[in-house]
Each structure stands twice: as structure tokens, then as C-alpha cells.
């Protein structure tokens, strides 16, 4: 290691070696001895007796020892490495004078490691000149996460110097951090810069941390509270501060960002004239906002209509923006708005009523009504162009409202267009070709920090294999230009891999050698238990492969992967799998054990070449090319099939929820247990079949799909019980692998329509919308089942499991897109079981209005069982009015679609 280090002793303290030929320890030597050490509180006191050219020797000195920790020298013990990173910081700080030599060393990634670093290496700088301290400050400021971590620092500086820093986000969330305790208010008026990083602090896109916090505004730390009690104090500029905080709010963003403004606003309690002032503001949120803050702004601008400043023009301009919202308790309270501002000034129809028109177009009928009748009331103080222009918009208006539309324009309203009904499906996807991996080490490195160590799993392929192929051929360059593109990352310790999910940065740290021999051994042969879950099963598999690769990478037995994909969708050309194979033999080398079974789960066995490779593959005479050609033979390798043990009478049993009652059988398949991996076992029907809670962190959910992608039926099962808890539960993303599932090949059983099932169920709507495209894709490619997918969900709505709103969310957004007559496919699969079923199911009056909509769009007719009866009832709830308008519909359907008993 250099520098006379005799060793580490147990408590992680070096010896100190000799510094000259009389034994006696110079400064220097005693400076390096604590850095070594990790002594980090040692070091201002061991600088303040050393001159410059002590220093620079010193600074020497530092530079070779930060080079050893960067490069991994001081890995062990794990702790040691952080201790001489802080001790570092601090030294080298008082042996720089350049102030832009001082900015690059405090602000190195490799080096700050805690917060009581800042404080020490501004005592170890000394006394600076005041123009000095203030560059170097706003040099630190200027990088955010530097000005974040080194707030104590930079406002040493600060103080020290006498001058001010411009604000930037980083200062000031190192700022807000700092200052937010019992003693804020008082803290907050002592500083002169706080007029100046409050309002940074107001217009910043990523509110900082704590403005986000909730508290209540009795706390001493309640960030509004305090700002209010300043701009009283006029400490703060009141108009300065409503003015940032209504712009923050215009400019919107995730709620959690605008909670504060918009709490500001509310404490500070604005008054009519100050309120008028900002109106295009207030029209603006009203229209974009979030709908908390949306409806803020809306209530403000109905205090300023109530109170006749609000122009007419302007609550036009509101009500076309308010009206494109899709939640309807802002959408009627703004046509109450309207109808109380025409009853007062009927003068103004010409003005609003082409703005009500856009509510023609809501999802909603009832909404669409409520607006018709509105201009009802309103019409004959229009003009013939403005009468013209709202029954040119009635054209938007839902069929069921055709008659009244007729009633109230006459002739003026166009007939409706007779063009017949076209399906609009998303165009069938082509496969694509997954670019070659990085050919060169420059251009890997700038891969891998340009995309983060990316865990998309084309992306991950890709790296991972130019990674191998390029570390067989140079592996010292690699793993230099590893060292360099990442200095210093979490993965790099030694204890990372015990408690993360692996990626390739389980390579990366195999091909530094930073790898535990025990516990790369481990994670090669792991296999998968009878208590494992599916998700655990299919995540083993690709760590199996990963650690492999860790500890074969950079060396002769693996010059490149056989398992990297083809095509965009994970899958492996039949041929091209028989050419790595044919280029292994050539080679001499053996193929790696999990990268040849993940090969074989990837290749395409119902591809036309598959039997020309299955020939090609036998001819080559080695166990992994007859191994290919059986693999290739078989019609199913792997299989899975599902089923549902009946469900419990209470919730408190362990058979009520569905993702109790979900059983993935997997076929036996005694050639895989034998030949593959311990990590593939269960793929052989080793894992043990029965429902299971799952208490695991799921993640790498977008890989899995990557897996199985010739055999998506399989991928689906197991899939399913993940699914489950985004259903019932309040779990999300776990759809992510549908949109790759449809993409898949395979055929397509249950296991496949039962994830759009429960996808199309999901509590969150984008895994809903998810279940969307797949569900799309699927019928673009002629594979969807439209009547099995309806006669799943209504079982699944029936017993509670899938909750009708979201389903006719997903419904609607599918339809949306052009696709009503599939969509209609599957809800008239899908109603007959649950209008006659014996107990009503609630909220299924929304289901109903997707599905009139859907057939009044695609022309649909025929019968739906149970559907006459609950039309025929009396009353005006949802249910009855939409199931009057679906039946209306159907005996309306034209010739466009054959007539269909259901």
C-alpha cells in the first residue's frame, strides 16, 4: 500500500510507518497516519502546524492514497474504506489553495461521507480570504447534490466571507433541511439570505423534502405557519410571496409538490381585490391543476363571480377548461356556476354557451344532459351563428340524447354520418431486431452511465453481454474503465449483494473481484424451495444467471453470452442459437451451465426454421447441440395450468382472498429437473403447487417476462398470483410484463386471458392501462378470446374480487381508442351472468355505460339475458337509466353487425 502501513488492527487503526532517517514522525506522516486510520477529527488539528510546502507534499500523498480507495485496496473491513473517504475530504481540503482545485475535492462523489464532514473541513481550510470563501461557495452551490450534502459547509463559508450565495436548489434544500426545528421562526429571521431562498425555495419544480412533510400548523416546525407569521412581520414581501406561490401552482406538477403553495395561499387569506388580480392565473390552475388544487381555484373564481368582478371572458375560458376534466364533481359544480351567472346576466349566452358544449363530449350521459338542458334554458338569447355553432357541438352529444337535440335545434342539427362502422386496432407489432451489443469499452461505459445501470431488460441484455465479450478480450482495460466510470457506488461494498436484488452490477463487482467466493457459489447453485414463490422463482432465475456471470466474466470459459436475445421481446432466432453453439465448439469453450438453459427457455420452437436448427443443432456434434435439437422437438417443453380452490365464507379465512385461492400446477418435466440448473427446477414441476402468501419485495418485475418468452402461457400463471394483490390488495405495477406477454409466442390458454382479466381490475389505473394495450395487442394479433376474457371477469366482479368501477375504466379507455366493437365482445360475454345473478352487484350501472356506448358507436345488436327486466324498472339511478339506454341500442343495431343472442 505504499507509505510505511504496517497493517489494520481490529479496531480498524493502521500502524504508523517511519517518516525519516532519525525515527522521529513528521507532521506529514502523522496527517497520513490518521487519514489511514479514518481518524477524520483528527485531521484540522495535525493541519494547523504544517506550512505550504508540507502541505503540498501531503496533498501528494493524499491524492495516491484516494487513488487506492477508489480502486477497492480498502474494501476490508467494509467500514474502514467510508472512514478514510470522510478523513480525506477534510485533509485534502486544507492542503488545496486553488479555490477551483478545492471545489473538485469537496465536491468529488468518492469522498463526502457524513454530515459532521462539512464542519471539520471548514476548520481544516482555516482563515481564507473573504472573496475566496465566497467563490469557493458558489462554486459547491451550483452542484445539487454536493450543495444538498455540504449545507453546514457552504453556509460556514457563507458567514465567514460576508458575502451571499445565489440560491440554488441544492443550497436551499440543504438549507431547509438544516434549519427546520423547534427554533425555525427564530432561525428564519435571523438569516439575512431568507428573503432571497424563500423565494428559490417557493418556485422550485421538486419542493424540497420537508416543505412536503405533514404537519400540523400548531407545530413549531410548520414551514406556512412560520412564512406567514414573516410576511406579516414584513419580513417577507406579501405579494411577492401569493405571486410565486399562484405561479408554482399554474405550472403544476405531482400533488405533493404544490401542497405547500397552495396551503400558503390558503393561510394567507387573500382578499377579493388581491384574488382579482391574479384571475388568468386562477383559469389556468382551474383547468391543469390536480384536482385538489384545481378545485381550490375553482372555488376562488366562484367568490369572484358571486361577487360580479369575474369577466364573462374569462369564466368562458374557465368553463372550457373545467369541462375537458373528467371528475364530475368539478364538472357540475362549474355548470352550477354557469347556470347562476346566465340567471343573473342572461346577456352573457353568447358568450358561455359554446363553452358548455365541450361537456357534449364528457363520458358521462348524465353529465351531457345536464349541459343540453342548459343550453335549453339559455338558447333564445343567443343569435343564429352562436345557435349554430352549440348544434354543430350537439353532434358530440351520446345517441340516447339525439331526440332531445332534434327538439331543441330543429333543422340546424346535422344528421349523423353514415359512414360505416370501422374497428380501430393498434397495427399488429413486427419483431424487432435487438441492436449488437457495445464493440468498443468507451462506448459500453458510456452505455452504462448513460443509462444507469439500466434493468430494462433489452437494455440489461445488451450491456451485459458486450460487458462479457469485451472483458474476455481486455480484461484489465475493463475493469479500469469500471473503476473510473464508477468511482464510488453503493454496489462496490462488500456487503450489497446479501440484501439488494442483483443486476448487472453483481457482474461489475465479480469482474473487480469484489465478490465473496462463498457467496458467488451460493447464488449459482441456489435453487428455488418448496416455499418459494412464483415471483421468487422467475427473479432466480435470472440471479442464477447474473452470478454465474460474475464469476466467469474476464475469463477464457466465457467469451460471450449464448442467452442474449434476437428479438425486442427476449426471444432467441432457433438459427442463430445453433451458430453461438457451432462458434462454443469451434472455440473449445463449454457452455455456461445457466446461460445454456436460459437460452433453450428463449428460443423459438414454433419458428419455421425450428426444424432446420433442430437438424443443424444435432449435427454438431456436442451434449449442448443434441440437447438444442430435443429442446427444439418438444411441443411443450414447459406447461403450467391454473385453477381456484373455492372460496371460504369469511374474510378472516385463509381461502377468502384470490390470491389465496389461485393454484399454478406445473408440469412434470423430469428432463428439466435433470439437466437444468437448481434455479430452473421448478420449471420441471419442482416447486411445489399449492396457493401461497407471498410476504416478499417484489421486484424486477419487467424482467420476468424475458424469462418464458416462447412460452407465455406458462409466464402468465405465474405471473397471476402478483397480479392478484394489485387486484385485491393495494399493490402496483406488478402488470408490468403484460404489454412483452402479448408481444410473447406461444399459445395463448386461460393463464394469459385471466392476467388481462385481473389486469383490467387493477386498483391502479396505470396498471390498468397496461392491461389495456395488451389486451389491444392481443386482438390486433387475431389471438384474444373475447368471450372467455368476459366470462372470467364475471366471476371475478360477482364474487367482489374485481371492482366494477375500475373495470369500466379500463373498458372505457380501451373503447376510447376506436376498439368499442372488442370491447363490447367481451362485456356481452361478460353481463348476462351478472344482471341475473341472485344478488345485485353494486356499481355495475358505470359497466352498463361503457357497453350502450360501445354499441351505440360499433352498430352491436342482439340480446343481453336479464337486461329487459332491469330496464323495465322504475326509477332514475344509473343502473336503470343505462340499462334503458344499452337495451334502446341493441334493437337500434344496424346492419353493420350480425345480430347475436347472449
Known amino acids: ?147 444538498e450534502n455540504s449545507y453546514p459547509l457552504l453556509h460556514g463559508l457563507v458567514v465567514r466571507s460576508g458575502y451571499t450565495v445565489a440560491p440554488t436548489d441544492g443550497y436551499v434544500n440543504g438549507w431547509v433541511w438544516h434549519i427546520t426545528d423547534d427554533r425555525l421562526l427564530e432561525r428564519l429571521r435571523e438569516d439575512p439570505q431568507t428573503p432571497a431562498l424563500v423565494a428559490h425555495a417557493l418556485a422550485m419544480a421538486e419542493a424540497p423534502e420537508r416543505f412536503t412533510r405533514t404537519l400540523r400548523p400548531g407545530s413549531l416546525r410548520h414551514w406556512p405557519t412560520a412564512l406567514r407569521t414573516l410576511v406579516a412581520e414584513g419580513v417577507l414581501d406579501r405579494a411577492q410571496v401569493l405571486d410565486l406561490c399562484v405561479s408554482r401552482l399554474l405550472r403544476g406538477g405531482p400533488i405533493r409538490n404544490l401542497r405547500f403553495p397552495l396551503e400558503m395561499v390558503r393561510l394567507l387569506e387573500p382578499d377579493t381585490d388581491e384574488l382579482g388580480k391574479r384571475i388568468p392565473d386562477w383559469v389556468g390552475i382551474a383547468a391543469d391543476a390536480p384536482s385538489l388544487v384545481a378545485g381550490y381555484a375553482q372555488d376562488v373564481l366562484t367568490e369572484l363571480a358571486s361577487a360580479g368582478t369575474l369577466p364573462a371572458g374569462a369564466l368562458a375560458e374557465m368553463t372550457a377548461g373545467v369541462l375537458f376534466r373528467t371528475e364530475k364533481k368539478l364538472v357540475r359544480a362549474q355548470l352550477a356556476l354557469v347556470g347562476k351567472v346566465l340567471a343573473r346576466e342572461p346577456g352573457a349566452a353568447g358568450e358561455l354557451l359554446p363553452a358548455v358544449t365541450e361537456a357534449f363530449g364528457n363520458e358521462d350521459t348524465s353529465v351531457q344532459e345536464r349541459a343540453l338542458k342548459l343550453v335549453g334554458r339559455h338558447l333564445t338569447a343567443v343569435g343564429p351563428e352562436v345557435r349554430d355553432e352549440l348544434a354543430e357541438a350537439a353532434g358530440l352529444l351520446s345517441p340516447m340524447h339525439r331526440q332531445a337535440a332534434e327538439a331543441l335545434f330543429g333543422s340546424a342539427l346535422e344528421e349523423p354520418a353514415g359512414a360505416p362502422y370501422e374497428e380501430i386496432l393498434p397495427p399488429v407489432p413486427e419483431r424487432l431486431l435487438v441492436a449488437p451489443p457495445a464493440s468498443t469499452v468507451e462506448a459500453l461505459m458510456a452505455e452504462l452511465v448513460a443509462k444507469g445501470l439500466s434493468e430494462e431488460p433489452v437494455a440489461l441484455e445488451r450491456a451485459l453481454d458486450g460487458l462479457v465479450r469485451l472483458a474476455h478480450r481486455d480484461r484489465a482495460t475493463v475493469v479500469e474503465a469500471v473503476r473510473e466510470a464508477f468511482p464510488r457506488t453503493g454496489w462496490q461494498e462488500t456487503h450489497y449483494f446479501t440484501h439488494h436484488t442483483q443486476g448487472i452490477e453483481v457482474v461489475l463487482a465479480g469482474l473487480l473481484g469484489l465478490l465473496d467466493r462463498a457467496r458467488v457459489d451460493l447464488g449459482r447453485t441456489k435453487g428455488n424451495g418448496s416455499d418459494s414463490c412464483f415471483h421468487q422463482a422467475l427473479s432466480g432465475v435470472l440471479d442464477a444467471r447474473l452470478w454465474e456471470a460474475s464469476d466467469l466474466v474476464g475469463t477464457g470459459a466465457l467469451p460471450f453470452l449464448l442467452a442474449t436475445p434476437t428479438w425486442h421481446t427476449g426471444a432467441i432466432d432457433p438459427l442463430v442459437l445453433v451458430a453461438r453453439l457451432r462458434e462454443y465448439r469451434d472455440a473449445g469453450a463449454e457452455p455456461a451451465p445457466a446461460d445454456l438453459a436460459q437460452a433453450l427457455l428463449r428460443v423459438l420452437r414454433d419458428d419455421p426454421s425450428a426444424g432446420r436448427a433442430a437438424e443443424e443443432a444435432a449435427a454438431l456434434g456436442t451434449p449442448a447441440g ?92 405465474c405471473l397471476l398470483p402478483t397480479l392478484a394483490y394489485c387486484v385485491e390488495g393495494d399493490s402496483r405495477g406488478a402488470t408490468e410484463p403484460l404489454t412483452a406477454l402479448a408481444e410473447a409466442e406461444g399459445p395463448v390458454g386461460r393463464a394469459v386471458l385471466l392476467t388481462l382479466a385481473f389486469g383490467l381490475g387493477c386498483a391502479d389505473a396505470d396498471d390498468r392501462l397496461r392491461a389495456v394495450d395488451a389486451l389491444l395487442v392481443l386482438a390486433s394479433r387475431g389471438e384474444l378470446d373475447a368471450r372467455q376474457v368476459g366470462g372470467e371477469l364475471a366471476w371475478l366482479v360477482a364474487e367482489g374480487s374485481v371492482k366494477p368501477n375500475r373495470l369500466a375504466d379500463a373498458a372505457r379507455t380501451a373503447a376510447l381508442t376506436g376498439a368499442y366493437g372488442t370491447v363490447w365482445a367481451v362485456l356481452s360475454a361478460m353481463l348476462p351472468d351478472l344482471l341475473t345473478a341472485a344478488k345485485p352487484v353494486r356499481g355495475l350501472g358505470e359497466v352498463l355505460a361503457v357497453a350502450a356506448d360501445c354499441v351505440e358507436r360499433c352498430g352491436a345488436g342482439g340480446d343481453v339475458a336479464g337486461l329487459a327486466p332491469l330496464a323495465a324498472k322504475r326509477g332514475s339511478t344509473q343502473l336503470v337509466v343505462q340499462a334503458g339506454r344499452l337495451l334502446n341500442a341493441l334493437r337500434q343495431g344496424t346492419d353493420r353487425s350480425p345480430t347475436e343472442t347472449v
Open 1 to 147: 500500500m505504499g507509505d510505511g502501513v504496517t497493517g489494520v488492527d481490529e479496531a480498524g487503526v493502521t500502524g504508523v510507518g517511519v517518516g525519516d532517517e532519525s525515527g522521529v514522525e513528521s507532521g506529514v506522516d502523522k496527517l497520513l497516519a490518521a487519514v489511514r486510520a479514518g481518524v477524520t477529527a483528527d485531521v484540522p488539528a495535525l493541519l494547523e502546524p504544517l506550512d505550504a510546502a508540507e502541505r503540498k507534499a501531503a496533498l501528494a500523498r493524499l491524492k495516491v492514497l484516494r487513488a487506492e480507495v477508489r480502486a477497492g485496496q480498502w474494501a476490508s473491513p467494509p467500514y474502514l474504506a467510508n472512514r478514510i473517504r470522510s478523513a480525506l475530504y477534510v485533509a485534502g481540503a486544507g492542503c488545496l489553495n486553488g479555490v477551483a482545485e478545492t471545489a473538485s475535492w469537496l465536491g468529488a462523489r468518492d469522498l463526502l461521507m457524513w454530515d459532521t464532514d462539512g464542519p471539520m473541513a471548514l476548520a481544516a481550510l482555516g482563515e481564507r480570504d473573504p472573496e475566496w470563501a465566497a467563490d469557493l461557495a458558489g462554486r459547491l452551490a451550483k452542484r445539487q447534490a454536493v450543495a
Open 626 to 717: 443434441r440437447r438444442l435439437a430435443v429442446w427444439l422437438r418438444e411441443e411443450d417443453a414447459v406447461a403450467a395450468s391454473v385453477r381456484f380452490l373455492v372460496r371460504g365464507e369469511e374474510r378472516s379465512t385463509m381461502q377468502w382472498w384470490l390470491f389465496d385461492r389461485i393454484v399454478v400446477d406445473v408440469a412434470d418435466r423430469p428432463a428439466v429437473r435433470e439437466e437444468f440448473p437448481p434455479a430452473f427446477h421448478w420449471l420441471g414441476g419442482a416447486l411445489e403447487a399449492t396457493p401461497r402468501r407471498c410476504y416478499h419485495w417484489v421486484d424486477g418485475r419487467a424482467q420476468w417476462a424475458a424469462v418464458l418468452p416462447a412460452d407465455r402461457e406458462v409466464l402468465a400463471a
